[in-house]
């Protein structure tokens, strides 16, 4: 594992679960309960062996993610970001593999550009700002997107998408996959 946290693992929601399709609240309260909602954020990706976690994967809809991530430098980002916003993205793009931990399947090549840029608050309120290059740009914008309710497979052609959906099956760590039937999960 290569990081610790004092929070408690929570179960990751996977695809076709409303809450990850949905756009996110603002956080407004900068309380204790946030503060715990974040360690057990950390614990949760670190136990799912991610680099970014969004609140809706743990079935909170609220505007919040956790991040461990390297950049192009090799240089590693740990923080959390609160009511994340992209507010510049800078190319060349870059056409990589990307995978989420809501969607247990295969990866599937996607283009991101090479850095972003995203604004948010840190859990005391105040105003931040993370730049990010290659695999941390891809994170930023990845977790960014998740609290608007967007996903990596939503992307991806429709070809490409059934092809990840077909393929999920649960992580060992997690829970059962929920019954949804993948006609559904292109559909919707
Ligand atoms: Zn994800």
Same mark, same amino acid.
């Given at each position: 594992m290569r990081g610790d946290s004092p929070g408690q693992a929570r179960p990751v929601v996977v695809v076709g679960d409303p809450v990850l399709h949905n756009p996110t609240e603002p956080v407004t309260a900068f309380d204790d309960e946030l503060a715990g909602l974040l360690e057990d954020m950390f614990a949760t990706m670190y136990v799912a062996e991610g680099v970014g976690l969004a609140a809706t994967q743990v079935?909170?809809?609220?505007s919040v993610f956790v991040y461990d991530c390297h950049d192009d430098d090799d240089v590693r980002h740990k923080g959390h970001l609160i009511n994340p916003r992209i507010v510049a993205t800078a190319g060349p793009e870059q056409r990589i593999e990307e995978g989420c931990l809501s969607v247990p399947g295969p990866y599937a090549t996607l283009g991101r550009p090479f850095s972003a840029t995203v604004s948010g608050q840190d859990k005391q309120g105040n105003p931040i700002e993370v730049t990010g290059t290659g695999l941390f740009a891809r994170c930023l914008l990845h977790e960014t997107e998740h609290l608007a309710?967007? #996903?990596?497979?939503?992307? #991806?052609n429709r070809r490409k998408r059934s092809r990840v959906l077909q393929a999920i099956e649960p992580f060992p760590w997690n829970g059962p996959l929920p019954q949804v039937s993948t006609s559904e999960l292109i559909d919707g």
């Open positions: 079935g909170v809809s609220r309710g967007t #996903l990596y497979i939503d992307h #991806l």
